[in-house]
């Protein structure tokens, strides 16, 4: 049976230009749409995030006059019932990746504090990729692919072709004027082949075995898509 790992952010904020502390964490929907197509295909999956620190939600990702009272409230049960798995997640540095087909790194602003600076999870990714797993992200997840350099310093994706939360979106959502820096703009930067589709749609770019989703709501399609490249 395959078994996934989820790289969760550890931080409960984003540090703005200006040194404000933008409230964030993860986002709620792309941890749990991808965990439920997990669990309908009988793929277990281990929570792990920097330092086992307990990962927080982000309020605005359940905001209920953004994605409706009834959602909003189911997607917090959700959550009521992870709680126990969030709050025991495994330490990074610590995981024996002999135990895993594919990672899976959720966004919301968080992973743009801790995960695109982690060398632990620049690690995990160099041997999960060149190991020939399955690695995988969505929305501001793939800040994380930003530690993941080889030996000799070159970085492990680029000419790859990758989407993520794009500099559009980031403005429309009213924070790129305060952001130290955008994800998309440092993914290109770095030798990433960027792609993307209508903003707040689903898109999502397999490369191989490299998988990326643009946004929120390309957390489902992502998901598939790695089910499907784990039962090829």
Partial sequence: MSKILFVLTGSDHWTLTDGTKHPTGFWAEELLAPLQ?????????????PEGKTPVVDEGSLDPGTIGEEESAKQRMALDDLADRLGSTLVLADVDLDSYDAV??????????????SQDLGRLLVAMLDGGKVVSSVCHGPAGLLPATRDDGSWLFAGRKLTDFTNAEEEQAGLADKAPWLLET?????????????????FVVVDDKLVTGQNPASSTEAAHQVVGLLKA
């Fill in 37 to 49: 197509v997990f669990a309908d295909a009988g793929i277990d999956v281990d929570l792990a995030s």
């Fill in 104 to 117: 899976f790194v959720p966004g919301g602003h968080g992973p743009m504090e801790d995960l695109s600076a």
């Fill in 186 to 202: 440092r993914l290109r930067e770095a030798g990433a082949t960027f792609s993307s589709g209508e903003a707040w749609a689903p």
